[in-house]
């Protein structure tokens, strides 16, 4: 990392199932978490002018999660994932909003490679995003959809990276070997109906429910991302 960034963000289109990299050089002076993504948000949702931003739940909905550049330090409170976009909890009138969340999954995010994900587009049935270091994948979230948030991290760490307890044991994931599990964000049944109180969960309850961000995963069809 240069500068407590690790120079890419990640955009995944659910839409065109596109996979590709944002410098993050070009949202440098917006610092991190919030200010990059709203940054990003104007560029990729606002500023194309192609909608009137008027429904939460419309696929143009770019929805960032954000590390800042003190992620993957001993900084204390450094590690929360920022998450904007339009909100689905402000209804009836959708409205720009934020929410964020602790735990680890920011700082795996960072120490995988990345400076946050942006998502865009919809899925034509339910997916999640795999990523392990710069390995990213769309996979088929079928057996997944309908599952709480717990059920769906266990599920998803056995796929990702068998049953590891924290620190124990080496773990080989992808081709490489961890001692750690994947950190994930992920929604659960509520979110899948679109409720506009939905949160997002990650590991045992840490949650982003200040803006209802869950349910427009729920409308995307993305169930869940993992970093490893």
Same mark, same amino acid.
């Given at each position: 990392?240069?500068?407590?960034? #690790?120079?890419?963000?990640?955009?995944?289109?659910?839409?065109?199932?596109?996979?590709?990299?944002?410098?993050?050089?070009?949202?440098?002076?917006?610092?991190?978490?919030?200010?990059?993504?709203?940054?990003?948000?104007?560029?990729?949702? $606002?500023?194309?002018?192609?909608?009137?931003?008027?429904? #939460?739940?419309?696929?143009?909905?770019? %929805?960032?999660?954000?590390?800042?550049?003190? #992620?993957?330090? %001993?900084?204390?409170?450094?590690?929360?994932?920022?998450?904007?976009?339009?909100?689905?909890?402000?209804?009836?009138?959708?409205?720009?909003?934020?929410?964020?969340?602790?735990?680890?999954?920011?700082?795996?995010?960072?120490?995988?490679?990345?400076?946050?994900?942006?998502?865009?587009?919809? #899925?034509?049935?339910?997916?999640? %995003?795999?990523?392990?270091?710069?390995?990213?994948? %769309?996979?088929?979230?079928?057996?997944?959809?309908?599952?709480?948030?717990?059920?769906?991290?266990?599920?998803?760490?056995?796929?990702?990276?068998?049953?590891?307890?924290?620190?124990?044991?080496?773990?080989?994931?992808?081709?490489?070997?961890?001692?750690?599990?994947?950190?994930? $964000?992920?929604?659960?049944? $509520?979110?899948?109906?679109?409720?506009?109180?939905? =949160?997002?969960?990650?590991?045992?309850?840490?949650?982003?429910?200040?803006?209802?961000?869950? =349910?427009?995963?729920? =409308?995307?069809?993305?169930?869940?991302?993992?970093?490893?």
């Amino acid at each position: 990392m240069t500068g407590g960034y #690790a120079g890419k963000i990640l955009r995944v289109n659910l839409t065109t199932k596109a996979i590709s990299t944002i410098d993050t050089a070009k949202y440098e002076e917006f610092g991190g978490g919030y200010g990059m993504g709203t940054a990003i948000f104007w560029d990729l949702a $606002v500023a194309p002018g192609e909608w009137d931003l008027k429904d #939460a739940f419309d696929p143009r909905n770019v %929805i960032p999660l954000m590390t800042g550049p003190l #992620a993957a330090t %001993i900084v204390p409170g450094a590690a929360r994932t920022s998450v904007c976009g339009l909100s689905p909890e402000t209804f009836p009138t959708c409205e720009f909003w934020r929410g964020n969340l602790g735990g680890r999954f920011g700082t795996t995010l960072k120490l995988a490679g990345w400076d946050g994900v942006v998502v865009e587009g919809k #899925a034509e049935r339910p997916v999640w %995003i795999n990523i392990i270091n710069d390995q990213v994948k %769309i996979e088929d979230a079928k057996e997944l959809w309908g599952l709480d948030t717990y059920e769906t991290q266990d599920r998803i760490t056995k796929m990702v990276g068998g049953r590891t307890r924290f620190g124990e044991e080496w773990q080989q994931i992808g081709t490489s070997y961890n001692t750690a599990r994947p950190q994930i $964000v992920c929604i659960g049944p $509520v979110g899948e109906t679109k409720s506009r109180m939905a =949160a997002l969960i990650s590991g045992s309850g840490i949650s982003a429910r200040i803006g209802g961000h869950a =349910a427009v995963f729920g =409308a995307k069809n993305l169930k869940a991302i993992s970093a490893t």
